[in-house]
């Protein structure tokens, strides 16, 4: 039998199950946070860094990542203060750098108001947010993939460089990649990246109410969870 608890969320009671995460306790009820490696059902690792909320304990204010953070009886988070606002967008900057060829990453940038990117763009293929190993590993059971390396060599490889026998070739892996849909107006050359924006018009109705969700298509690129 499920147990519930209660926590304040931005001034609201919300009653949640026992041992759900606050990421999930808030896409259940509509409060968007904006999130990339979160995939429904798998274990969470706060690769992303994007969930950042405020969970405030004593009155005092700790930032963490709501999707590793699970909901106690009476907690208080604060899910869209003028702090996460401003590093949320400050990761989000950092990512679209690192990856502009994802319009998952171009949505997240624009979600999170974006308007400049301040970093060089590099253009990466791949930004570590664990998706297609966590999948391969808990949903195939295969541990076909996993992470090599560490610091600037850490990449996502299979052992040994060559196909796993335990690969299924699913391609499970490739669909929950946020690095297989690319922006709209097609793939950007090395030395012509650019922040896009072009859905930036989805933010109008967002203005009043940043923290709500309003079912907009930014999500279409990485499954976010209220797709």
Known sequence: MLQYVTINMDGALLRVAKG??????????GVCIPHLCHVPNLSDMG?????????????????????????QEGMVIKS????IQRLRRNIAELLVAEAPNSRAIQDIA?????????????????VLCGRCVRVCKEMFAANAIGFVGRGKERRVA????????????????LEVCPM????????????????CNKCESQLMEIASAPDQCFFCDLGEGFQCSRH
Do not use: Q, W
Not at 180 to 195: D, H, N, S, V
């Open 20 to 29: 759900t995460s606050v990421l999930d306790a808030a896409l259940e009820y």
């Open 110 to 126: 624009a979600r999170c108001g974006v308007k400049t990117v301040r970093y060089p763009f590099r253009n990466e293929k791949c």
């Open 80 to 83: 869209n203060t003028d702090k």
């Open 180 to 195: 297989t849909i690319t922006p709209c107006a097609g793939p950007m050359k090395p030395g012509e990246e650019y922040l």
């Open 47 to 71: 690769a992303c860094r994007l969930c950042i909320v405020e969970h405030v304990v004593n009155g005092k204010a700790k930032v963490t990542t709501s999707c590793t953070l699970r909901v």
């Open 158 to 173: 299979s052992p040994f460089g060559k196909l796993s026998e335990f690969c299924k070739r699913c391609n499970t892996c």
